[in-house]
Structure formats: C-alpha cells, structure tokens
C-alpha cells in the first residue's frame, strides 16, 4: 500500500489531487477483468478444510506454559483481583457498597421469590450463593446477581433504562408450576389433589426449580464453551420491549391475588390464558376480598411510589441512596406485628421462615425433558439480560467485558447455586446501578454482601413472619411502572418504522393472549420472518447522469438527470437471492419495456407466433450492483438467464461495480462461462461510455 | 427528464462523453445537501392513511360497466375461450389431448389414490371433478389438475423438472390417518377398535378427506382473495429440493407394505417415525411376506423402469406418448383375473370398486379444528407446486398467467369438489407436459378428458377389480425415481454456498426424522434465519484510491491502491441494522485503531483515568454507505453515536453514497439535529478531497 506523502509535500500536496483529468482517458471503457489484472490480487479462496488447518496450526503454535496460566487466570479473575488488592484504597469502598447492596437484596429477593410461587426464603438464598460464585468467575466489578428483578433494555446510546422485569422469576413460576400441576406428582405425594399448598408441593416445586437451575447453568457453559454468547444479539430491542411489556401483563396478573388477599386461580393454561384468569379473579375478588390486605398494598403502592418520586428528584441533594424498599417491610411487619393481622383480619403473611443456611444436596432430575425447553429460554432470556447489563457498565467505566467469560460466570452460579436451593437467577440492574454508586471498587464487593445477606439468613429470618405478602406484592407492581411505560414505544416504532412496529406488536400480543415461552419464540421467527421481508421488494430505479458528471442518480427522485437513448441503467436496492429473484426479474422485464402490461391478461387459447413486443427499445442494459451485497445461487442462475435472454433479441447486459462476493458467485455458478466476460465493467459511468461509443460505431479497443 | 440526443448530433454525440474535465471543480466538496439542493427532487413520504386515500380513489375513479364486466370475465376465462373458440383449428387438437390424458389420469389416481389410504376409486374421482372446474376458472390451457402426483422444482432457468412427487397425497394420509386413530372415532362407530379397514373405518378418512379439501380450497380462496400468491416465493429451491427429497424417503416407505404383499403398521408418531416403523415392517416382512405379491412388484418396477428408458431414447423417433403405466395396469388385471391371485395366492387387490359418480354430499365439519393445520400446509404446498407449473408453461408459450386467478381456480376446484368426494388436488407436471405436447390447445382439454374419464368411472371401474396393489406401488416406486437424484443437490449446494447446504440438510433431516408438516415449517424457520445470518458477519473494509482514479477498492483485494495519510475510508458490506450492529462497532472501532485490544482482559478494578488510546490515528474517517441498502432504528441510533463519540475526540465521520432510504431513515432518527449536516457527501471521492483539503489547512467553500 503506498501512502501518499502529503504531510512532506507540504501544501503542494493538493496536487495529487488533481489527477481527474488525467485519468480520464483510462476510465473509458475501463472492464473488470483488465482492471483486476492491473492492480487487483484475486486470492485463491480456502476450502473448509484448509481454514481449519491453518487455524489449529495457529492455535496450537502459540501455547505455552504462561500462555496456559494466563488463560486460566483469565477465567478465574478473582486471583487477579485479590494479588493486586489495595486494602487501603478499596476496602472501604468495598465494604460500604456490599453492605448497601445486601439491604437491597432483602425485599427484593423476598418479593421476587414470592413471584416463583416458592416461600420468600429460597428468594433470599437465590441473594447469596450466586453472588458468591459470581464474585470468583464473574468480570464486572458492578454487576450485581442474584433475583432477576428487571428486565432491561439498554439503548447503546443513551444508557437509559427503558423498563424492570422480574421475567426469569415469572418464567421459573411457569415451569415449576406446570411440573408440579402434573396428576402424577400430585397422586404420588398425596394421593389426592387437595392440599397443593401443603409443603409436600412446595418440595415438588423446589425440586423442579433447583433442576431448572442446574440445566439453566450446564446450558449457559455449553454456550460459554462453543463461545455462542453473540447469539444474543438476535435479541432486537423492539422484540425486548414488546417481549417484556407483554410480560408485565402476567407479572402484574400474578400480583392480583396477594393484593386482594384472595387464592390465585389454578390449573389455567393455553390460549387466551389472561382474560380467563381476569374472570376467575373478578369472581374470587367479588366473593372472598380481604379488604385490610387490600388497604396495606393500596397504602404501600402509593407511598412506595411516592418515596420513589422523591428520591429521584432530590437524589442529587441528598446522595444517598435510600433504601425505601427495606423500610417498607420493616414497617409493614411491625404493623402486622403489633396489630395481629395474620391471626385477627386473615392477611396472607410470609409465615413461618426456614433459619439457616440449607445444606448443600443433588438437584433431582425427575423432570429433565419437560424443564429442558423453559431452561433453554430462560438461560437466553438470563444471560441477554446480564451481558447487556454488563457491556453497559464496562463501557461507562471503560474496562472490557468477555461475553463467553460471563457466561462462564453465569452458567458456574446457576450451576453451583442449584445445589444449594436456588433457582436460575440473572442481573439486577437496580442493584448494579447502587454498587457501583455507593462506591464498589472491586469484585470482592459481592463477597461482602454475601457476608451480610449470610448473617441475616442465619440470625434474622424469623423477624419477617408477621410481613403481610400485599407489601411484597406492593414493591413487584411499583417496580413494573417503568415497563408498562414501554408501550410508548409502540408509538415510537410506528412512527418511525412499520416492520419494527409488526415486530413490537406480534411478541406483545402472542405474550399476551398466549404465553411468554410461545412470545419469545412466535417473536423469534417473526423478527427473522421480518428481516427476509425487509428484502422482498425493494425499489428498484432506473438511473441517470447528474449533470456531466460519473454519478448517476434516479430519474425518480433527481428529475433533472440525462438518459442516453438506447441505454438503460438500472439499479436494484437489495442483494438479489432466492427470495426477490422472481420480483427483480418481473420488474427488470418491465423497466427495459418488455412485458409491460401490468394487467394479466388471460388468454385462452396459444398464441402463434406473436411476441410481447417486437420493438425493442433498448440496446444496452446496464445494472448498477453495488446494493447486491451478496447474490446466492438463485440470483446468479436468474442473471445468466436474463443476460442469454437479452442476447437472444440482440441486447447487451452490462454488470458494474460488482462486489467481490458477488463475482465468486457468478464465477462458481459458471456466469463467465456461459455469457462473456466483458459485461462487467468497474463503474456505471465505464460501462455507460462503452455503450455510447459502441452505439456510434466507433470501434472500442479492449485495453 | 433530458435525453441527450445523440442521434441528431451524428458523430458529434462522442463529444458529450468528454465532460469529465469540465466538472472536475464542481466535484470536489460536493456536499450531499447541496446536491440535492441543486438537482434532486425529495418528494414528501406519504403517510399510510394518505396513501391507502389516494389508492382507494384511484381504484374508485376507474369502475365502470365495461370494467366491471371485464373483471368477472377475467375471473371466468372459459367464457372468453367459448367466445372465440375455433371449432376448426382446435377441436380436433383438443379431442385427441383430453383421450390422451385421461388414459395416463387412470393408472395415476388410481395409483396415487392408494397412497391417501383411500380406495383407489377416490383417485378416480378426483381426476374427474376437480378438472372440470379448472376448466372454468383456470387460465392455463396445458395444465392438468387431478391427484397430485409430482412436486416439481421448476428451475426457472433451465425449465428442467427436478424431480416428482406424490406430496399432497401423502400429507392427506397423514392428515386423515391422525383423524381416523383418534380413540373417540374408534369407540364411536365399533365400540372396540378391531376392524380397521372395515367400510367405517374409510367412512371417517372419507369425511376427513373431504373435509381437508373444503379447507384447502377455502384457505386458497382466501389468499386469491387477498391477493397472497407471491407469499410462494418463500419456498425456496434448496428448502424444496430438501424438503421433496426427504418427503420422497416417506413415500418409499408407505409402499413397502403393498410391495410385499404385508399389513402396513399403525399407530407409529411421533419423533423418530421413520426407523421406528421400519423396525416394524422387517418384522413384518419376515413373518408375512407374499412372495407372489413381491414378485408382481419387481416385475413391474423393472418393466415400467426399462420402458420409460426406452421411450424417454427413442421419443424423438416414435412421437407417440406411451401409456406406460396404462398397459402395466391392463397387463396386470388380465393377469391376476386369469391366474385368480387374490383368491389362490392371497395377493392383495383393488377390490370391490363403487360404479357410477358419487352424489353430492355437504362436507362434515367435525375434526375442522384438527385438519386446519394441515390444510394450510396442503394449500401451500399444492399452489406452490401449480403455480411453477403454470408459469413454466406460459413462459414456454407467451401467455400470461396470473398468480390470484390461478390461487381461485385451485381453490374453486379443491372446494367445490370436496362435495363429490374428493381429496385435495394439485397441478400434476408429467400430465401437463403431455396435454400440452399431444396437442391440447384450449381449456376444453380438460372438458374432454372428464368426459373420458366420466365414461370410465360409470362402465369400467368394475374392470380394475382384481387389479393387484402391488402394480400400483410400482408405478409410484419408478416416478419417485426423480426425486432421490435430488440427493445430489446436496452435493451441489456444499460446493456453492454453505448456508443453503444447511438449509437443504435441516428440511430433509427434520423430515426425514420427524415428520413432513415438522420438517416443513423447521425448513422454512431456517430458509428466514439463514437470510438473516447471511447479512450477521459482512466484510468490512478499508479502502483505498485506486491509481489516481475515483475508485475505491478494497486493500486487501486490490493492495496497490493509496491510502492517504491521516484519513481512513471504510466499507461495510451489508446493510446495517439490529442484527450486525454490534459487529459493525465492535469492528468499526477496531479499523480506525482505537480498541483494538483482541483478547479480553479482564480488569479487577476501575482504571483512574486511562483512555484506552489518546493516540489518534486517523483525522477523518469516512465511512462509504454504497452497501446499506436500508437502516433500521438501532442503526440509525449507532451511527449518531459513532459520530457523537468521534466528535468527543476531535475526529469527523463522513458519510457517502447514501441511498436515499437510509437518508430517510436518518431523516426521522433526527440525525441530521443530533450531529451536523455537512457529514454526507455524494461519493466517497468527494469526501476524500474535503478531507485532505481540510488537514492540509486550505479554507473550504461551502457551496
């Protein structure tokens, strides 16, 4: 490569420049071949076969033994971590951020383990031992794991936070709640359907639940180890926000009974699921509301919300961050304490608490083949979450993170954890935004928090009995505000663009009326559906010459352009494949003044020997295929076609620009072969030149 | 729009050609809004109520009578053809091609009707009905409707058929099969599932059958009325050419049971169908074969085998279609009467026919919701097929066929017959090919050939009585010949193009192991999510001038090209949108030297202040958009912030060759506000000259 010298040549350095006039001559009839031979290296592409070899060749040349102790300190960052520990700069930092961030943890895992339908201590434990492996694998100094409290988009440009979601909880409550429905499970404990809330059915679920886990973490390092993390990124924002705004409807659904202190509805499944569970509710509402329970969530909303509007807008005054969560459920069990709410009024309360830590025992695999499927989603759903989470903050304090060695992360917690009574946990950004606010330095913040969520677990559990469940369901619901305002969004996307909005729309109707598995998988194909349509019928112009110059631009938007007459210049705006070829051929035929009419006309009986139209209007096509990214083999059989076609009625097709994947397609599809190889020329302006000298008889040498 | 008028300028029209000297000045700092300012035209978009306000009015202000009339006859073709039919020239033509293809309907709805598990008769049937409506509605005169007995892929190129196939039929077995095993239906008609092949047992496929038929037809007169056909081209060659090839291994095995004279097994479903049920039938086969049943087969096979060979060599010479199949079923049925198979050897046979035409019955309605599934795969499959077909014909002999009228000729043929007993038809490939080169010249063909075939099912069918089904497997054994060649295909696609070599194995594999309607919708998944991973990982590259020209090539293909220093030019060959954009910045960041650290490294604290390069390389980068063929929202939102980022660190992005969607785009993402206007130029050469302009400290005008 050869720099042009400007900085030397000082000011005449403008020079160079001016070369246009120059070259003119050597642009005329400039073809493709020629030009390649003069300054282009065509590189013999690989086989398959070839690139593996050469790849493990290198591969394999470069280990070494420090090459190998760095790739597993690579993968265990805490012993970076703690060799090059500061005590005196970070410990402070540290143990402030753990300690703040554990206070978090209390309602939050409490709330969002209620939402799985399992008692709120597991939730508290989904607080600790992830966090702790976490602390060992993970990379991000800020990311806090443990209860997916939220779901979040976040816009690479803004940072915003565009909505919370407590979706791999309500996911998890899904797939435990249709093993544990199951007749068998309920005939084996039981022999009968009666109790369900009996602990018997919680362990049905507890079990299901830790296997969830454990296949959530064996998926997430199977992922991490094909180094598949960049999957993720078929996970669109305009599929997230109406995925997670159709989600909020059931998280909010799931909260209605604790709120009215009624049973929640059962056994509710398939299609158009939500507007028959509101009918059940309506009806226990009307027949068995518990009005005081329903007094303390109304109470706890607004002053949650309240709370919340403060703190937000006098944050900056303040600076610290209020942990209102936390006093809201000291408050409500104090109340619920002294006023005797649970035994006088019946308000549903957390109830009798497990202290302790749970000891370590094997997730069973009962129920592997039905949990495999929820396990696969949630493990997508988990692991977008937190990579995105993570990316985020790395980026605001500009250190890297490794999708695959997150993953690692990820998959190692949920792994371990469902040892230990857990079930799958992911990031919380609420969480992550507080460590890193309150001055968390390093990753031993994790292991500090742990440290407190450990004593509170072990020392202050039962305290929480008298917390009546309406609190917690309080702090689910204030926590979906930011969600529903997604539906702004919907707005936005059909303002702005149609095929983004029919994304929106079908993954936030399928969620809804169906269920969030079907939603996430009906918005996968939709969105993959929406990318092939996005191709399908493309503007295709017919072009002209601005004013003299090489461009040329469409007759259609640049009125004022110069057509030669005999010559046609076309442009197609989309890599033509197998799925616009018949549209591109049908429209080609009508742009040249072949097959104008539009109308089908039928004809009933075969015409003799009349053709569609024996005045030929146009001498030379030329296709401009600098939008043909790629072409595959169906776009490459359709041009040689069209090109034998043309020459047939004595027509000349010109290909020009044409990228360099494009040419190996035409080459391997025999394209050279079968026409000539002079009709691809470097630029349209070439090409166009071509064809008016050959148009004046004056004969072209092929240089 | 000015055209140069070459033609009276004589020779002088060369002179034109020279201009590029003249606007060498001009070009340089050609800022896109100036451009367009100069010469474009930006019409303002229309919003979609003003659109669909304009296209009603439109549509409204052309209704007139004669329009009207047109309409409905184009609807009715059979009219027009009435009305000019010329009893001279095509009469005689048409009288020998419809005795023609009535003798090949028989043998093949025979044949192809055993392959529905429906008597043979039923084949009968639907070789007669659904015709005579086509005759009506249908604009091709060579196509002959009936039993579905091919699926072809008619490459448009080359107009080769690719193979045949008996799909419609299979998946209407597969359809009523389910229905008919259903243990309520068993229960209802027998109150115990013993007799299966009793005359209840086909009563129930029979209302299934008819049932499906009224769905497809509905289904695809809907699409006609909505004007869906080009929703076909989804179906694309290597997912058919996969998805027949697979399909072809099912067909293969139904057969086998008839070839050897066995029982076929039942109840197989579910994954893993196929070696399942061959387990069953080697079983079978080695305690139940009938030699004699055997030995009819491979007579049969190796005789249809040799005469196709030797009329498809010695076509040319004889000029007479034979009816291969016809004389095998006549041979056959003297054979076995004579012989007296079925009674001495107890090979199986036709058996008992019903004479005459069946009443007109209304289709039951009970198992719609099963069938509807089903129905739309059918619908789809059988329209993709016909229409090919038609095309391929009317492109063979100038007429024009049109998509909706055909979708309503095969829906009116499938509904309306549905009330006299038949199946879902399809467009058969080997009959239209005769009917057309025996001499068929107008719709009436098919008139004639019911006629025939009228005269047939009221006098013969008693005939075909001791017709042993063996014959009938070998005839659909030979014509599934084709379709296994296809498994070259395989070997086509991984040679050409990797990701179709994907999609080809994943139809054929799902079908193969799972089922045709799985394998079908898993195809199509894979055919929308290989577009997409198509445009996941683009090249992107740097560009350099090529030898004081405009041109800008790539160096890695073209390395003797200049680079100027200071100044980096870019080229993402894909368009930009959700799915790459990570790549693309993640690459963009990489090419103009800032990140460029490969490997991860995993920091355990927050880093002070270090930028990660305070180094600049380049000064300008100029980012060519010839490629992107639209943008989408995330798009639009990456390059503010790429601009927004540079701009922080004192370096300019330019953008040039930008379509005018992608300026659109931009346009409503309020690009143009959020960085400054001057950042597009026309061509990538422009912004080179402002650029080098720009660092060597000389004032640019703005024009």
């Known amino acids: 490569m050869t720099h042009l010298q400007i900085d030397k040549e000082g000011n005449e350095g403008i020079a160079n420049v001016e070369f246009c006039s120059r070259s003119n001559e050597t642009r005329r009839n400039r073809r493709l071949q020629s030009f390649v031979d003069s300054y282009g290296v065509e590189k013999p592409r690989l086989s398959t076969f070839e690139q593996t070899k050469r790849y493990t060749k290198k591969k394999c040349s470069s280990i070494s033994f420090e090459c190998c102790t760095n790739i597993i300190l690579n993968r265990i ?42 008692p709120p201590v597991y939730g508290l434990y989904v607080s600790f031992f992830p966090v702790i492996i976490y602390m060992i694998f993970g990379t991000s100094p800020h990311l806090s794991l443990g209860n997916s409290l939220e779901f979040n988009i976040i816009s690479d440009s803004e940072a915003c936070v565009l909505g919370t979601f407590a979706i791999v909880s309500l996911m998890t409550a899904q797939a435990i709640g249709s093993v544990s429905l199951e007749p068998s499970n309920m005939a084996n404990q039981n022999g009968t359907i009666a109790n369900l809330t009996s602990s018997s059915s919680i362990d049905i679920k507890l079990h299901a639940a830790t296997t969830l886990a454990l296949l959530v973490g064996l998926i997430q390092l199977l992922l991490s180890f094909l180094r598949l993390g960049f999957l993720t990124v078929y996970l669109t924002e305009p599929f997230i926000s109406g995925f997670t705004t159709g989600a909020a409807t059931h998280v909010f659904t799931s909260q209605i009974p604790s709120v009215f202190g009624i049973r929640s509805p059962r056994g509710i499944n398939g299609a158009f699921k939500l507007p028959r569970t509101y009918i059940k509710l309506i009806q226990s509402i009307f027949s068995h509301i518990n009005w005081i329970s329903t007094a303390i969530a109304a109470v706890s ?58 000891a370590p025992s094997l997730p069973s695999f009962d129920h592997t083949d039905k949990l495999l499927v929820p396990a696969i989603t949630i493990a997508a759903v988990s692991l977008s979450i937190s990579i995105s989470m993570a990316k985020m903050l790395s980026r605001k304090h500009t250190y890297k993170v490794s999708s695959n060695q997150e993953l690692l992360a990820y ?25 890193e606010g309150s001055g968390g330095r390093t990753l031993l913040v994790g292991g500090f928090s742990s440290l407190v969520l450990g004593c509170v677990l072990i020392a202050l559990t039962p305290l929480f009995q008298p917390l ?12 979906l505000k930011g969600l529903f305002l997604q539906l702004k969004d919907f707005v936005l ?16 109707v399928t969620v809804v009326l169906f269920d969030v598995d079907i939603g996430l998988y009906v918005g996968l194909c939709t969105s993959f559906f929406i990318n092939t349509v996005r191709t399908q019928r493309p503007r295709f112009f017919v072009l002209g010459q601005v004013d003299n110059t090489g461009i040329y631009k469409s007759t259609t938007n640049f009125p004022s352009v110069q057509q030669y007459p005999g ?3 076309l442009r197609f705006d989309e890599s033509l494949y197998a799925c616009n070829a018949p549209f591109f051929k049908r429209k080609f035929y009508e742009l040249i003044g072949m097959e104008t009419i539009e109308e089908p006309i039928v004809s009933c009986r075969r015409p003799e020997t009349v053709d569609m139209k024996t005045d030929v209007l146009f001498k030379y096509i030329i296709l401009e295929c600098s939008p043909f990214n790629y072409i595959d083999t169906v776009g ?39 026409t000539e190889l002079h009709t691809i020329y470097v630029t349209t302006h070439d090409a166009v030149m071509a064809a008016v000298a050959a148009l004046n008889q004056i004969p072209v040498a092929n240089n």
């Open 567 to 569: 010559i046609q210049i």
């Open 468 to 479: 009546p469940m309406a609190c917690l369901a309080a702090i689910i619901i204030v926590n």
């Open 493 to 508: 996307y059909f303002r702005i663009s149609k095929l983004e909005c029919i994304l929106w729309t079908m993954t936030f």
């Open 636 to 674: 490459a059989k359709l041009l040689i076609q069209i090109f034998n076609d043309l020459k047939k009625r004595d027509i000349q097709l010109y290909l020009t620009e044409c990228r360099y994947e494009v040419r190996h397609t035409l080459d391997i599809m025999k394209f050279y072969e079968k």
């Open 301 to 358: 909303i607004v002053a949650l919300y309240i709370a919340k509007y403060l703190n937000d807008r006098y944050k900056s005054k303040i600076r610290i961050v209020l942990p209102l969560e936390l006093v809201l459920i000291v408050i409500g069990t104090t109340v619920s304490h002294f006023l005797q709410l649970h035994s006088k009024y019946a308000v549903a309360v957390v109830g009798q608490i497990k202290r302790g830590l749970p």
């Open 77 to 118: 960052p805490l012993v970076r971590c703690l060799k090059t520990y500061n005590l005196r700069k970070d410990l402070f930092g540290d143990i402030i951020a753990g300690i703040t961030v554990a206070i978090m943890h209390i309602p939050q895992g409490m709330a969002y383990g209620t939402l799985t339908t399992l």
């Open 411 to 435: 998959g190692m917690a949920n792994a371990v954890s469902s040892f230990f009574q857990c079930y799958p946990s992911a990031g919380s950004l609420s969480r992550s935004a507080v460590q």
